[in-house]
């Protein structure tokens, strides 16, 4: 069977046909549309035009909380409005069914079908880049929570009244690890005197903005600034994680997002030196890996819920 | 079938016989033996042999990590090795098949069947007593970890480089909620030269140390540091079950254990209060309810664990 999947992230959409044994078999790939949900389905309507074979049913992994075929809502994305139909009139305009999923969800569910969360029945997937988003595989299935909420360890709290986190709370793991809250407060440094080449890497990437792979690259320069934000994010990263590990005896964490797919294992372990001293009781089989599919893992978890709804249906 | 159901407390140890529609037909309950699992195993035969009727098979709640019929560790009682084949021992000497489970697991399992978790599919139990104990629900179905080891709400971390938990790390939510915690730092506040009538009421009460009875009494005579000592509490609790809503989207909370069972609604509302807020996406069908069977919901849980190896074997 023939299905699509497609990956709606805050910079770019990826699409591709996914074939037997869950592989990638032609992708394409487009800046997201800033204009909310008709804009989206117009451009899906042309990658899967684009592409080489028609697919029998498409699966959208959405930056949002998904109940059922339903948005419930899309933070990060202009244009959104709070609630939506998406999936029903994503499946109008495509002829075929439309499966809906979060997209870090997805992203776990392609690393566990193929990629680095494989054979693991308990997993943690932390999607770390300009959020922190958070997906599980609990007792060997995909768990998105009563209503497809789960994930949020970007929200686990770490420093009670901390920094302001972008969702107007203080203190969570993603107030010190989001890239867009690291990027402000290297922004703020600058600007109370302290020297970083954070944003003259950037200028030199031709960047608007650090990516992952500016941080990444600062962090190599030995740049201080740099260094000691990522290093409070780690901190963060791998506290809030040790929290989830004392409550759910997880037999495997996955690193992906920005940061995971460019700075892989080494990133992973020191993860993981943060949060093992945090388990009450360490499960000795416990390993963090960095996830391995790259743009590839979101296409191939929406592709396997297109796959599930034609043979649900 | 007549199974029998047993949960072992740092206190004492119920015994019962579980009937149909999950009912304890009858009971019988002494003081924990505190020289170790042989003396253990013999107090289970004699309150078995004690009972009405003959079990088929027995469950037992331990107060600590189990991975199938075999401990891993059981850190509160005296006389305990790090692990053994308990369950096989127990069931040589009943000549009856034994399952074992985590004691706060078969109490959650106990609240889901007959309880005050009736109905819900994703469920965290929060048992809190003398230390803060958890189990899940989730899907459907008990879920206790990769090992057996999950549920350790008590040590997620609410206050990074906070007070001294019992576990040796610090900030943890049993530093600041676990009874044997609040009662040492009310003992240092009265050392310190601070007034409180906690230890008169403990004595009144004719108790060797504040039960969750002396702290409830405390905190209706209007005592300000066991006030303030147990509005900390309610804070570290209710901040961690935040965190914990927010990584798993449940339905249902449920506040068990001994000030769960005596403060009741009172301190699921107070605890609501605290994590609500917390919440990146709070679901609207979310309910905090008090645990509702007393001792009954740990023998009713290790009841259903003997009741399953019947219908497996």
Redesign the interface.
Known sequence: MIVAGVDVGGTSVKTGIVGEGHKVVSRTKQPTPQEGPEALIAAIRGQIAALDERPSAVGVGIPG?VSGNRI??VPNLPGWPGQGDFGEELSKELGVPVALGNDVSCGLLGEWLAGAARGA??VLGVWWGTGVG?A?V??G?P???????????G??????GGALCG?G?RGCVEAYAGRRMMTRTARDMQASGRETALFEIQDAEDKDRPTSKVWEKALEAGDAIAAGIFREGIEAVG??I???L??????RVVIGGGFGQRMGKNLARQVAEVAV?????P?P?LRFVAAKLGDDAGIIGAGALARALVIEG
Do not use: K, Y
């Open positions: 909380a419930l809502h029945d308990n958070g599980l609990i007792d299935r768990f998105a929570g009563s209503r497809g909420a789960a994930g949020e360890i929200h686990v709290l770490v420093r009670p969702c709370r506290t809030g040790g929290s989830v004392n409550v759910l005896d997880l037999e001293p945090r388990i009450m009781a499960n089989a």
